[in-house]
């Protein structure tokens, strides 16, 4: 068989999960919560384990939790609220709308623009199409966008830009300007946007995260993305969801129905029933921001170098104090394996493996799990 993506080996979140495992390492690989979702959803989603609703639900999402997407938008961004019928499709986390909306709008030939570090299925995903990402990195060493490198990396080819804030693996959160800027260099083109919001409402110190829908000029080409997977530290849920104007929400649909068709509908009739209440997730950036802090005052007493964390729930650190001379993947693997505490290297997220001797640690751990890791590097 010839492979369509020879050089991707499997997922580094994969990777440093399984060897966190085989050598008991704390997880602070990849991604996920080490605590349960709220009370209210998993008693929630016992009910209906109980009730009638075990068949497919309709193809873009239940109506009612679709509504509520829409609902719970306009009141969050101060917006016009995306039309539930057509601007509002529910996925298989948002890692199946990323999957629908390049295949859905990327022909073969195209560009798409990727601002990197960039989450690991960017690229492949791209070129599973037969597209061409264009990567631009972000500033080095605050991970800022280049607008003027962006700007020049867009072309009469360019079908799409992709973006993410809050940024996974650095932390850094778009401002107004960042927005503003964007709006401006595709104001004039044919270029979609796909934003990858997964972390909307993990923003710290007080920070708004500002979404593409509030800026007009964006929303009528943007693809945006949240996971409930996130919001409700129900990763394993897998639900996540598009939101985009009509004509293009019907792309997105024509895929979305023949990759999965629907969603699990007990995890939709699950999160309805908690969605509507705004404190489901309203103390999500103070909760968040005290792991942040949390985890931050713990390694002060390490030799690692913690770079700002604005958003999201991960936290990047250099570590030349301990391993003057290392590249970032050695270092991972000898983290989990020595010292017990598994993280990624930050040039897993670099098409080219750029290694800025970088590592990037998850703090959406219980405290206990944040403070037995600290103990374990205070060693090193
Ligand atoms: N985008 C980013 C930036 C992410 O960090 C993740 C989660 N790892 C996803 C998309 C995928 O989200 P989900 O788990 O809902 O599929
Ligand atoms: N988004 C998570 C991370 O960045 C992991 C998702 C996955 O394992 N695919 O760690």
Known sequence: LSSKLPDVGTSIFAVMTQLAAEHGAINLAQGFPDFNPPAALTEALQRHTLGAQHQYAPMPGLPRLRELIAAKTAAVYGVPAPDPVTDVTVTTGATEALYAVLAAVVQPGDEVVVLEPAYDLYGPAIRLQGGTPVYVPLTVPDFRPDWERIKAA????????????????????????????????????????????????????????????????????????????????????????????????????????????????????????????????????????????????????????????????????????????????????????????????????????????????CFAKQDSTLRAAAERLRQL
């Not at 570590?319 to 270092?331: G, K, L, S």
């Open 154 to 361: 867009i072309t009469p080819r360019t079908r799409l830009v992709m973006v993410n804030t809050p940024h996974n693996p650095t932390g850094a959160v778009f401002t107004d300007a960042d927005w503003q800027q964007l709006a401006k260099i595709l104001a004039p083109t044919q270029t979609f946007l796909l934003s990858d919001e997964v972390y909307e409402h993990m923003v710290f110190d007080e920070r708004p995260h500002r979404s593409a829908l509030q800026y007009p000029e964006l929303r009528e080409r943007a693809f945006v993305l949240s996971s409930f997977g996130k919001t409700y530290h129900a990763t394993g849920w897998k639900v996540g969801y598009c939101l985009a104007p009509p004509a293009l929400s019907a792309e997105v649909r024509r895929v979305h129905q023949f990759v999965t068709f629907s969603v699990s509908t007990l995890s939709q009739l699950a999160i309805a029933d908690v969605l509507g209440d705004v404190a489901s997730y309203d103390y999500l950036p103070a909760f968040m921001q005290q792991k942040r802090d949390l985890f931050g005052e713990l390694m002060r007493d390490t030799r690692f170098e913690l770079l700002p964390s604005e958003g999201s729930y991960f936290q990047l650190a250099r570590y030349q104090r301990i391993a003057p001379n290392e590249d970032d993947v050695t270092f991972a693997r000898r983290l989990t394996t020595e010292a017990g505490v598994a993280v990624v290297p930050v040039s897993a997220f670099y098409h080219n493996q750029t290694d800025h001797g970088l590592v990037r640690f």
